[in-house]
Protein backbone atom coordinates (compact mmCIF):
# COMPACT_ATOMS: atom_id res chain seq x y z
CA UNK A 1 0.00 0.00 0.00
CA UNK A 2 1.13 3.69 -1.04
CA UNK A 3 2.26 5.69 2.49
CA UNK A 4 4.01 8.82 2.88
CA UNK A 5 5.64 9.50 6.39
CA UNK A 6 6.47 12.89 7.66
CA UNK A 7 8.97 13.93 10.60
CA UNK A 8 8.82 15.37 12.73
CA UNK A 9 5.42 15.81 13.46
CA UNK A 10 6.03 19.03 15.14
CA UNK A 11 9.68 21.30 15.48
CA UNK A 12 10.45 24.50 16.83
CA UNK A 13 13.28 26.49 15.95
CA UNK A 14 15.03 29.70 16.75
CA UNK A 15 14.95 32.51 14.46
CA UNK A 16 17.98 31.86 11.81
CA UNK A 17 18.94 28.18 13.01
CA UNK A 18 18.60 26.43 10.22
CA UNK A 19 16.93 22.70 9.94
CA UNK A 20 15.31 19.97 7.44
CA UNK A 21 12.42 18.22 7.58
CA UNK A 22 11.64 14.96 5.67
CA UNK A 23 8.97 12.49 3.74
CA UNK A 24 9.80 9.11 3.09
CA UNK A 25 7.42 7.34 1.16
CA UNK A 26 6.66 3.79 0.01
CA UNK A 27 4.71 3.69 -3.34
CA UNK A 28 4.49 1.67 -6.09
CA UNK A 29 5.52 4.39 -9.56
CA UNK A 30 6.60 7.95 -7.91
CA UNK A 31 4.97 10.51 -10.53
CA UNK A 32 5.94 12.87 -8.69
CA UNK A 33 6.77 14.23 -5.15
CA UNK A 34 5.31 17.62 -3.97
CA UNK A 35 5.51 19.91 -1.11
CA UNK A 36 2.89 22.24 0.37
CA UNK A 37 2.79 25.07 2.77
CA UNK A 38 -0.83 25.53 5.13
CA UNK A 39 -0.91 27.98 7.52
CA UNK A 40 -4.17 27.54 10.04
CA UNK A 41 -7.32 28.06 8.82
CA UNK A 42 -6.51 28.19 5.07
CA UNK A 43 -5.94 26.04 2.13
CA UNK A 44 -2.59 24.43 1.23
CA UNK A 45 -0.11 26.22 -0.95
CA UNK A 46 1.98 24.62 -3.81
CA UNK A 47 5.53 24.78 -2.85
CA UNK A 48 7.70 22.41 -4.93
CA UNK A 49 7.53 19.63 -7.08
CA UNK A 50 9.94 17.04 -7.87
CA UNK A 51 9.91 14.34 -10.56
CA UNK A 52 13.59 12.76 -10.13
CA UNK A 53 16.33 11.56 -7.78
CA UNK A 54 18.83 13.99 -7.93
CA UNK A 55 16.35 16.75 -8.36
CA UNK A 56 16.21 19.58 -6.14
CA UNK A 57 14.22 23.27 -6.20
CA UNK A 58 14.61 26.40 -4.33
CA UNK A 59 12.56 29.12 -3.34
CA UNK A 60 13.63 31.85 -0.70
CA UNK A 61 14.52 30.17 2.31
CA UNK A 62 13.47 26.73 1.53
CA UNK A 63 15.47 23.71 -0.44
CA UNK A 64 13.52 20.80 -1.28
CA UNK A 65 15.82 17.47 -2.42
CA UNK A 66 14.45 13.79 -3.60
CA UNK A 67 15.52 10.69 -3.41
CA UNK A 68 14.71 7.22 -4.34
CA UNK A 69 12.61 6.80 -0.60
CA UNK A 70 12.65 10.21 0.64
CA UNK A 71 12.53 13.48 0.61
CA UNK A 72 13.94 16.89 2.32
CA UNK A 73 12.96 20.18 2.69
CA UNK A 74 15.82 22.36 4.17
CA UNK A 75 15.19 25.48 5.89
CA UNK A 76 17.57 28.31 5.47
CA UNK A 77 17.68 30.89 8.45
CA UNK A 78 13.84 30.79 9.17
CA UNK A 79 12.08 33.62 9.98
CA UNK A 80 8.75 33.65 12.06
CA UNK A 81 6.69 34.13 8.70
CA UNK A 82 7.62 30.69 7.82
CA UNK A 83 5.77 29.08 10.66
CA UNK A 84 3.57 26.65 9.00
CA UNK A 85 2.36 23.25 8.38
CA UNK A 86 4.46 21.59 5.66
CA UNK A 87 2.25 18.79 3.63
CA UNK A 88 4.71 16.42 1.46
CA UNK A 89 2.56 14.26 -1.24
CA UNK A 90 3.33 11.74 -3.65
CA UNK A 91 1.88 11.36 -7.06
CA UNK A 92 1.33 7.34 -8.10
CA UNK A 93 0.04 5.87 -11.19
CA UNK A 94 -3.32 4.84 -11.59
CA UNK A 95 -5.57 7.91 -10.99
CA UNK A 96 -2.91 10.36 -10.14
CA UNK A 97 -4.59 11.57 -7.20
CA UNK A 98 -2.00 13.02 -4.43
CA UNK A 99 -1.14 10.53 -1.38
CA UNK A 100 -0.61 13.11 1.35
CA UNK A 101 1.62 12.54 4.96
CA UNK A 102 0.24 13.89 7.88
CA UNK A 103 2.49 17.30 7.63
CA UNK A 104 5.14 18.46 10.05
CA UNK A 105 4.07 21.45 12.18
CA UNK A 106 7.03 24.01 11.93
CA UNK A 107 7.23 27.52 15.19
CA UNK A 108 10.24 29.47 14.61
CA UNK A 109 10.58 31.84 17.32
CA UNK A 110 12.36 35.11 17.76
CA UNK B 1 -5.90 33.18 -4.89
CA UNK B 2 -5.64 29.66 -6.48
CA UNK B 3 -8.48 30.22 -8.31
CA UNK B 4 -10.73 27.68 -6.71
CA UNK B 5 -13.79 29.15 -4.97
CA UNK B 6 -15.68 27.23 -2.11
CA UNK B 7 -18.99 28.44 -0.60
CA UNK B 8 -20.35 29.46 2.29
CA UNK B 9 -16.60 29.89 4.35
CA UNK B 10 -18.55 28.84 7.38
CA UNK B 11 -21.36 26.85 8.23
CA UNK B 12 -22.76 26.29 11.73
CA UNK B 13 -25.70 23.93 11.86
CA UNK B 14 -27.23 21.44 14.44
CA UNK B 15 -27.08 17.33 14.63
CA UNK B 16 -29.19 16.05 12.30
CA UNK B 17 -29.11 18.14 9.86
CA UNK B 18 -27.81 17.78 6.03
CA UNK B 19 -25.62 20.44 4.51
CA UNK B 20 -24.45 21.16 1.06
CA UNK B 21 -20.80 21.97 0.34
CA UNK B 22 -19.93 24.02 -2.78
CA UNK B 23 -16.73 24.53 -4.58
CA UNK B 24 -15.79 25.85 -8.42
CA UNK B 25 -12.48 24.79 -10.25
CA UNK B 26 -9.85 26.65 -11.39
CA UNK B 27 -10.93 27.10 -15.09
CA UNK B 28 -10.08 24.35 -17.24
CA UNK B 29 -9.44 21.55 -14.51
CA UNK B 30 -11.40 18.82 -14.93
CA UNK B 31 -10.64 17.06 -11.52
CA UNK B 32 -11.82 18.14 -8.63
CA UNK B 33 -10.99 16.21 -5.07
CA UNK B 34 -12.89 16.96 -1.59
CA UNK B 35 -11.24 16.19 1.82
CA UNK B 36 -11.96 16.78 5.22
CA UNK B 37 -8.63 18.25 7.71
CA UNK B 38 -10.57 18.22 11.46
CA UNK B 39 -8.75 19.74 14.42
CA UNK B 40 -4.92 19.18 14.73
CA UNK B 41 -5.27 16.57 11.88
CA UNK B 42 -3.97 15.78 8.54
CA UNK B 43 -5.75 16.28 5.25
CA UNK B 44 -8.00 13.19 4.79
CA UNK B 45 -8.88 12.39 1.17
CA UNK B 46 -12.38 12.02 0.58
CA UNK B 47 -13.57 11.78 -2.94
CA UNK B 48 -12.21 12.78 -6.74
CA UNK B 49 -14.28 13.70 -9.78
CA UNK B 50 -13.22 13.67 -12.97
CA UNK B 51 -14.99 15.73 -15.80
CA UNK B 52 -18.73 14.52 -13.75
CA UNK B 53 -17.35 11.09 -12.84
CA UNK B 54 -16.50 9.41 -9.78
CA UNK B 55 -13.06 8.74 -9.81
CA UNK B 56 -11.46 7.36 -6.92
CA UNK B 57 -13.03 7.15 -3.07
CA UNK B 58 -11.11 7.64 0.37
CA UNK B 59 -12.59 6.82 3.43
CA UNK B 60 -15.54 8.93 2.63
CA UNK B 61 -18.62 8.21 4.83
CA UNK B 62 -21.85 6.39 3.46
CA UNK B 63 -23.63 10.04 4.93
CA UNK B 64 -21.66 12.12 2.66
CA UNK B 65 -21.83 12.11 -1.05
CA UNK B 66 -20.68 14.31 -3.62
CA UNK B 67 -20.82 15.21 -7.41
CA UNK B 68 -19.98 17.20 -10.32
CA UNK B 69 -21.69 18.69 -12.53
CA UNK B 70 -21.07 19.62 -16.25
CA UNK B 71 -20.12 22.86 -15.49
CA UNK B 72 -17.52 21.44 -13.76
CA UNK B 73 -18.80 22.72 -10.06
CA UNK B 74 -19.06 20.15 -7.41
CA UNK B 75 -21.08 19.71 -4.39
CA UNK B 76 -20.12 17.84 -1.33
CA UNK B 77 -23.55 16.72 0.75
CA UNK B 78 -23.59 15.71 4.35
CA UNK B 79 -26.32 14.06 6.16
CA UNK B 80 -26.85 13.28 9.25
CA UNK B 81 -24.61 15.30 10.62
CA UNK B 82 -23.01 14.59 14.40
CA UNK B 83 -20.42 16.68 15.92
CA UNK B 84 -17.23 14.29 15.28
CA UNK B 85 -17.94 15.70 11.07
CA UNK B 86 -17.39 19.63 12.42
CA UNK B 87 -14.34 20.12 10.57
CA UNK B 88 -12.48 21.88 7.58
CA UNK B 89 -13.65 20.83 4.24
CA UNK B 90 -11.13 21.69 1.20
CA UNK B 91 -12.33 21.81 -2.33
CA UNK B 92 -8.74 21.20 -4.60
CA UNK B 93 -8.83 21.00 -8.58
CA UNK B 94 -6.45 19.99 -10.77
CA UNK B 95 -5.88 19.74 -14.94
CA UNK B 96 -5.75 15.91 -14.58
CA UNK B 97 -3.99 14.71 -11.25
CA UNK B 98 -0.54 15.96 -10.41
CA UNK B 99 -0.64 19.29 -8.72
CA UNK B 100 -3.74 20.58 -7.13
CA UNK B 101 -4.63 23.81 -6.49
CA UNK B 102 -7.07 24.34 -2.90
CA UNK B 103 -10.01 26.66 -2.21
CA UNK B 104 -9.91 28.34 1.03
CA UNK B 105 -12.29 25.97 2.53
CA UNK B 106 -15.59 25.50 4.63
CA UNK B 107 -15.37 25.74 8.36
CA UNK B 108 -18.51 23.44 9.30
CA UNK B 109 -19.58 23.25 12.75
CA UNK B 110 -21.96 21.18 14.25
CA UNK B 111 -23.67 21.83 17.21
Known amino acids: EDQVTQSPEALRLQEGESSSLNCSYT??????LFWYRQDPGKGPEFLFTLYSAGEEKEKERLKATLTKKESFLHITAPKPEDSATYLC???????????FGAGTRLAVHP | DSGVTQTPKHLITATGQRVTLRCSPRSGDLSVYWYQQSLDQGLQFLIQYYNGEERAKGNILERFSAQQFPDLHSELNLSSLELGDSALYFC??????????FGPGTRLTVT
Open chain 1, 27 to 32: VSGLRG
Open chain 2, 92 to 101: ASSVDGGREY
Open chain 1, 89 to 99: AVQTGGYNKLI
